[in-house]
């Protein structure tokens, strides 16, 4: 009785002993809202070929228009006007593809606009095909969305669902997502709250040197166990009321995480301003848009304005760190 006592409470969240597979069905995103950690758009040539897959889609121009055959069948089946539109390739082995179609001065391009989705345990769980070659699952190229947020990550081979560390693995075709206990060593990393800074954390996210795993810890409180390795801060989102701002790596130092140990990676705090500026006489001149704002870490704040009240930037000699001026943003009050 004692135990079957201790093994039940060992269990983890998940309840996950054994690798389960679940299927992953196709979502259309007309409007595509999801922010991808590299977005890119393929150029469509005299076809749109999916390179991973070995599909081809042939298209035609009817002058700045374009035509698609959007099923292979030799006929073409729609034509995308203007400079932007979607359309749905698919094929009668019941392969579906969703694309975003842009126009630009080089031509059109496309990007794929479907994710491949599955509920599991109460969390959303959606594969993107970043690169767009028609093959999901590509740990370090493709990208994954957990939870109804809207930031993606880069797939990696385990993520973090529910606070606990799992492993996947997506078939090619993104039909099916199989999750499986994580075998390996593991450390511990606090990051979400140990953000310093008024707003709330939409994002966090950490990746890998050797870019097979990459985890969005926002939402997750204290620390998290991930595998054993060296990671770098790769992005982040504040939400400052109706404002979001986007954080990048800028100088991060990369953070081991070593087996068994607990690391916290601590952000946000006072932030520096970095700015060249120009020297007339006492006077020096400079430009907001110039400046590059970087947190505790060395992580870069862009989009990002101080709120209320200017701060007053005092601009230093390099050499003596003595005060040459200051300045305030004109228009702060
Ligand atoms: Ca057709
Ligand atoms: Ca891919």
Redesign the pocket.
Known sequence: MISALLALSILPPNGLTEPVTVALAPKRHRDWKIELPAESFVPVGNSIQLAGSGLKFAVSMQGTNLSI?????????TVIEGDEGSALLRNNNGFRYAIRLLRNENGWSYASSSTMNADWNGARISVIDQDNDGVFGEVGEDAILIGRGRVATWLGQSIVINGELVQIDVAKDGSQLTVSPFQGETGRLRLADSFHGDGKVLSAVIRSADGKNCFDLAGQTGAVEIPTGRYRFYSGKVGLGQMAVHVSSGKSQTIDVANGSEASLSWGGDVNAEFGFQRQGDQVAFSPQDIRYFGSQGEEYSNWFPVGKSPVFIIKEADTKQEIARAMFPGSC
């Not at 055959?69 to 089946?77: P, V």
């Open positions: 055959d959007l099923d292979g069948d030799g006929i073409s089946d």
